[in-house]
Nanobody, 127 residues
Framework: QVQTVESGGASVQAGGSLRLSCAASGYTHTYSTYCMGWFRQAPGKEREGVAF???????KYAAAVKGRFTISRDNAKNTLYLQMNSLKPEDTAMYYC???????????????????WGQGTQVTVSS
């Protein structure tokens, strides 16, 4: 049974930090072979990609978060992380993780190609 469980969301003041986690289990292929991504969706907005890490640990970030967020993965624990620093009110959203079985993250612009979505974890940043 596939499970993806995000955690770590909270309400914080602007300038604060949070670390999100995403625990995966039951994926069809070995976890380490997946491109893993963090996405977010604010009320009334489309879901957008935030950060991605491929099967060779190469990373890419959305311009809005580059330099403030860091994505990492622990393949031994089947867990994905997102360290978020210098948080801004515009970072407020539900955060999700998901997987693409094309490991190189070349398809990161295509949200619809990602699978194994979790329920999300809420991040709220107040000014």
């Amino acid at each position: 049974q596939v499970q993806t469980v995000e955690s770590g969301g909270a309400s914080v003041q602007a300038g604060g930090s949070l670390r999100l986690s995403c625990a995966a289990s039951g994926y069809t292929h070995t976890y380490s072979t997946y491109c893993m991504g963090w996405f977010r969706q604010a009320p009334g907005k489309e879901r957008e990609g935030v950060a991605f890490i491929d099967d060779d640990f190469r990373t890419k970030y959305a311009a809005a978060v580059k330099g403030r967020f860091t994505i990492s993965r622990d393949n031994a624990k089947n867990t994905l992380y997102l360290q978020m620093n210098s948080l801004k009110p515009e970072d407020t959203a539900m955060y999700y993780c998901a997987a693409d079985d094309v490991g190189g993250c070349d398809r990161s612009d295509y949200v619809e190609l990602f699978v194994y979505w979790g329920q999300g974890t809420q991040v709220t940043v107040s000014s």
